[in-house]
């Protein structure tokens, strides 16, 4: 082989039309993940639209980066499908017509009666040097070839025929150029704390594992009032990444304690839904401002009749009185959005259906309703049982109504899991 181990690649999703408003680049993510199994980075990743100088600039680029580039799109029959002359150019190669796709194609066409139409031989044009990669559901073969140490690779933009194409290549191309490592990755669901303050927390663990073998990297995301540590090793040694990934996630959980949901990426509302089961705990949940997110989340997991009892959406304060039980003159004592209230309504669903454990939230999701005291995002939660443990408090959160809403449903998730942890 003239090409060293591959280690870093680069994915060009060519096409103007994935950079409007309303079509998303997916092939490069079906791609990230075939090749992260191989051990191999993606460094970088662009879009760009169905110009010459735009690609062949892009290109040029990526070969300075990453030792693998892989194109997807742009190997269509009309002039507007620049992939194969803006690579060419740039290796400084030129193009040759290949007699047997283009037989092929006229063989596709003749099979469904019709002739083929002479800009499709376009699609048979290989760079020289290139070996062409069979397309199974479309007209346009793919291409690769070994360049100055790099291997660049040609797909057709549309997934289903993009996806097989890559899976050869992966296991014929890439695959036997890989330097044999693996990446072992472990991912961990946090809560409660702020991403950079858990970061903080942390950071004599990633000192630790920037020192030891294998080499642990994190990488910590926030998503929807979680955050995602993301543990990752590259190894030979599969048994050995694996034991030492268990190892770093025992180290984040004997910090972070009850902030950790889970050390298997495996989400909260199946977690709490575990945890309620095995206690035997059945559950009420009495929203308002997530207007029944909470138990709609509950219920995203299969099995969630075993706990979930009952959900009530007692929007307006009748709706609370009448429900809930919750007394006119304590909504009026206190408003609808406090601590009294979310007591109330927690109390009121538990005592009303008998169940163990009742969960309340009330809040302001905006944009208006907001005042000085209470502005948008202040969400109270509340949490009867089980037995006599009970919990409520006063949140405040910010971002768009939408955003207020999951911030609202993870914290009252989480604080049911605490209360439950606890008691
Ligand atoms: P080919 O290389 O097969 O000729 P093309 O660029 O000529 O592809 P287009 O007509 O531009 O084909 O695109 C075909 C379809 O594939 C379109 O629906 C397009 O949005 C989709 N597509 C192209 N690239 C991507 C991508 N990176 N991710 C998701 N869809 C894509
Ligand atoms: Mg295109």
């Known amino acids: 082989?003239?090409?060293?181990?591959?280690?870093?690649?680069?994915?060009?999703?060519?096409?103007?039309?994935?950079?409007?408003?309303?079509?998303?680049?997916?092939?490069?993510?079906?791609?990230?993940?075939?090749?992260?199994?191989?051990?191999?980075?993606?460094?970088?990743?662009?879009?760009?639209?169905?110009?010459?100088?735009?690609?062949a600039g892009v290109f040029r680029d990526a070969l300075g980066r990453a030792d693998l580039v892989i194109l997807t799109g742009g190997l269509g029959p009309t002039d507007d499908d620049v992939t194969r002359d803006a690579v060419a150019r740039v290796v400084g190669r030129t193009l040759h017509e290949d007699a047997a796709t283009v037989d092929g194609l006229r063989q596709r066409f003749a099979n469904r009666g019709l002739a083929m139409p002479e800009s499709n031989r376009r699609q048979a044009l290989v760079i020289d040097g290139a070996a062409l990669v069979s397309n199974g559901q479309g007209t346009a073969p793919g291409q690769w070839f070994e360049w100055d140490g790099r291997v660049v690779v040609l797909l057709p933009g549309p997934p289903r025929e993009m996806r097989p194409m890559f899976e050869y290549i992966a296991r014929e191309v890439v695959a036997p150029r890989t330097a044999g490592e693996q990446v072992i990755r472990r991912s961990l669901r946090l809560v409660g704390k702020s991403e950079s303050l858990f970061d903080e927390m942390l950071?004599?663990?990633?000192?630790?594992?920037?020192?030891?073998?294998?080499?642990?990297?994190?990488?910590?995301?926030?998503?929807?009032?979680?955050?995602?540590?993301?543990?990752?090793?590259?190894?030979?040694?599969?048994?050995?990444?694996?034991?030492?990934?268990?190892?770093?996630?025992?180290?984040?959980?004997?910090?972070?304690?009850?902030?950790?949901?889970?050390?298997?990426?495996?989400?909260?509302?199946?977690?709490?839904?575990?945890?309620?089961?095995?206690?035997?705990?059945?559950?009420?949940?009495?929203?308002?401002?997530?207007?029944?997110?909470?138990?709609?989340?509950?219920?995203?997991?299969?099995?969630?009749?075993?706990?979930?009892?009952?959900?009530?959406?007692?929007?307006?304060?009748?709706?609370?009185?009448?429900?809930?039980?919750?007394?006119?003159?304590?909504?009026?004592?206190?408003?609808?959005?406090?601590?009294?209230?979310?007591?109330?309504?927690?109390?009121?669903?538990?005592?009303?259906?008998?169940?163990?454990?009742?969960?309340?939230?009330?809040?302001?999701?905006?944009?208006?309703?907001?005042?000085?005291?209470?502005?948008v995002g202040t969400v109270a939660i509340a949490v009867e049982g089980p037995d006599r443990a009970r919990f409520a408090r006063l949140f405040r959160f910010t971002g768009s109504r939408d955003m207020i809403k999951i911030f609202a449903s993870t914290t009252a998730l989480d604080c049911l899991r605490r209360t439950i942890l606890r008691a």
């Open 1 to 55: 082989l003239t090409v060293g181990a591959l280690r870093r690649a680069e994915i060009i999703a060519v096409g103007s039309e994935l950079l409007g408003a309303d079509r998303t680049d997916t092939n490069s993510l079906v791609i990230t993940q075939g090749l992260n199994d191989l051990g191999i980075d993606v460094v970088a990743k662009a879009i760009v639209g169905d110009r010459f100088d735009d690609l």
């Open 203 to 375: 950071q004599p663990l990633y000192r630790k594992w920037a020192a030891g073998r294998p080499v642990i990297e994190p990488t910590i995301l926030a998503a929807s009032g979680m955050i995602e540590l993301q543990l990752h090793a590259s190894t030979r040694e599969l048994r050995e990444a694996e034991d030492a990934l268990a190892a770093a996630a025992e180290d984040v959980a004997a910090i972070l304690e009850l902030d950790v949901i889970s050390q298997s990426g495996r989400p909260l509302e199946s977690v709490l839904g575990d945890l309620l089961r095995s206690r035997r705990l059945r559950l009420g949940v009495a929203e308002s401002c997530t207007g029944g997110l909470v138990t709609s989340r509950l219920t995203d997991v299969p099995g969630s009749s075993d706990y979930v009892e009952r959900g009530v959406v007692a929007y307006s304060n009748r709706a609370k009185t009448e429900l809930l039980g919750v007394p006119e003159e304590l909504i009026a004592a206190h408003g609808a959005v406090s601590e009294a209230v979310a007591v109330a309504m927690a109390e009121g669903i538990r005592r009303m259906s008998g169940l163990d454990v009742g969960l309340a939230v009330t809040g302001i999701a905006g944009p208006g309703g907001g005042t000085e005291a209470k502005p």
